[in-house]
């Protein structure tokens, strides 16, 4: 199986041939995945170099001119480098483009904490109007990168990450999926936590929802959910900081007594950065260490 990051070099190459409007923002990084592309079309495919901010402000101006700019480096430098030209050249300005991170939060643990970005999401949720797509494998990384490149004018993140659930789930618009359904509480598994999260409830009397997008976040279908389950407690797993979801959750439950529990990478930072089973591992991420916190919150 191809990783995401290969399938978006090559969906987007082929997207810069059917699209005359989309262009491609390079800072280096991903630079051998577009070389075909850049040789068709020199003047839609543009590496900036080690230039993070440049980055951004060319894809901005790129913007500016009616293009639909795509632009791609690892999750740290591609939003919290160049937050100031995000918020800047993008919101400020009122245009828009489409982000393609690799990285995530600890792909590659040998790059040190520099290359690690677990704050990306959170960070962007101080900033209007953008949407966050988390894909959980790489045929669910495709529908989700050609829905953002004909996305008009919006803003669109989508964090591609090495880690992928065994098989892909349907994309069908921007709401989450019921997978499974109980009655001791929800538990929504963004992207590639899906299959650890299956492991970790497997026998358990709860609701499971799959969520491909997260922002904006869907929560008719959280309050569908706990509807259904009778039940509002509410365990949120995610691949980047923990609680990044827990206000969205609580505002789609306002209205009603719940209990919120956020799932992620911890703040403390792991100096000793080893591989990616044992992060997965360390921030309790693994399917003993889910079922060990799942079961404590609902009691299960």
Known sequence: MDTMRERFAAVTSRLLDEDPRLAVVLADIGVDG?????????????????????LIGVGGGLALTGLRPVLHTFASFLVERPFEQLKLDFG????????????ASYDWPSG????????????LDTLDGWTVHVPGHPDEAE????????????NVYVRLSVQANEAPRPVAGAGFTALREGRRGVVVAVGPMLDAVLAATEGLDVTVLYATTVRPFDGRALRAAADAAGSSD???VEPYLAGTSTRHAGDALADRPHRVLGLGVGRRELRRYGQLDEHLAAHGLDPQGLRARITGFLGA
């Open 34 to 54: 577009f070389a075909d592309a850049a040789r068709r079309h020199p003047e839609r495919v543009v590496n900036v170099g080690i230039r993070e901010q440049l």
């Open 92 to 103: 400020h300005q009122g245009t828009g483009g489409v982000l393609v991170s690799a990285g």
């Open 112 to 123: 040190g904490f520099t290359h690690m970005a677990p704050g990306d999401v959170a960070l």
């Open 143 to 154: 529908v989700l990168l050609r829905k953002a490149a004909a996305a008009g004018d919006d």
């Open 234 to 236: 509410v365990v949120l």
